[in-house]
């Protein structure tokens, strides 16, 4: 019997939704294009971003701080966990309702509350750069460094968000549970929102105050799990170079060394397809044979069947 090809996607924003009601309805749709996957053979794991839902939560906490005086400000990474729960708790039952759709009932579905480690004396820690929460004014900005030590930065003209680090990962604390539930036959999702992030203090993990890149933990997690692919699922069908502009192309395929230099050219944009296009890189250097697949939600199986999608191998 042929081997299952392993494959880690990374969901982003646009496969969860803004809003609690926008998640139910994303994660029917979301759950249809990976269990496609799985019908064609394929052994899935499933890993998440949370951008909305954290600054949802965040300013949820932050709200109650203020009808409570004595309720003292949630740290930023108990609102990771919180936000992995919520996005696990849709996710998990919309796969487990459509493979029982399907008559597949043979594979549990499971959330893995994931804690991340990151280094504390990563350069991130000195320059946070990640936004999230809501736009406030300058005032309102100014207000939230006062009470809460909070780094405010004006965001495209738009107002005023609270920017945090972006550190990179270094290790999957629950890697070995979730070793042991993937070769199980589980349909595991994990690394939530790019996992909860800590650093290790002798034997305690203490919570940082980041956000850790859902791509670079996905590629972490996928090397973790010797899986064959990675697929980055984004707003776009592929990879492009001068990408809005007359002269703009689609990518099919790509070595690490071509990636590069179009990365050295600044044709990927930082905090968007960037990261995705370093993280692919990477798990595409870790090992022979590892591809990694930069697609569409809704494209995703053609991209594994080699119809679409940008792959990037060696």
Known sequence: MEKKKRIVIALGGNALGNTLPEQMKAVKITSRAIVDLIEEGCEVVVAHGNGPQVG??????????????????TPLSVCVAMSQAYIG????????????????????????????????QDPAFSNPSKPIGRFLTKEQAKQMEEKYDYIMKEDA??????????????????????????????????????????????????????VIDKDFASCLLAKELDADFLIILTAVEKVAVNFGKPEQKWLDELTPKAAREYMEEG??????????????????????????LITLLEKAKDGILGKTGTRIHL
């Open 56 to 73: 949802m939560v965040n300013n949820a906490m932050l709200a109650l701080t203020h009808e409570d005086p004595l309720q003292p400000n």
């Open 89 to 120: 708790y849709d996710l998990q039952n919309a796969l487990r309702e459509e493979l029982l759709n399907r008559n597949i009932t043979d594979i549990p579905v499971a959330t893995m509350i994931t804690q991340v480690r990151v280094d504390a």
């Open 157 to 210: 003209g738009r107002g005023y968000r609270r920017v945090v680090a972006s550190p990179k990962p270094q290790e999957i604390i629950e890697i070995g549970t979730i070793r042991t539930m993937v070769d199980s036959g589980d349909l595991v999702i994990a690394c939530g929102g790019g996992g909860i992030p800590v650093t290790r203090q002798g034997n305690h993990l203490k919570g940082a105050s980041a």
């Open 267 to 292: 044709h990927f944009a930082p905090g968007s397809m960037l990261p995705k296009v370093q993280a692919a890189v990477e798990f595409a250097e870790s090992k022979p044979g590892r591809q990694a």
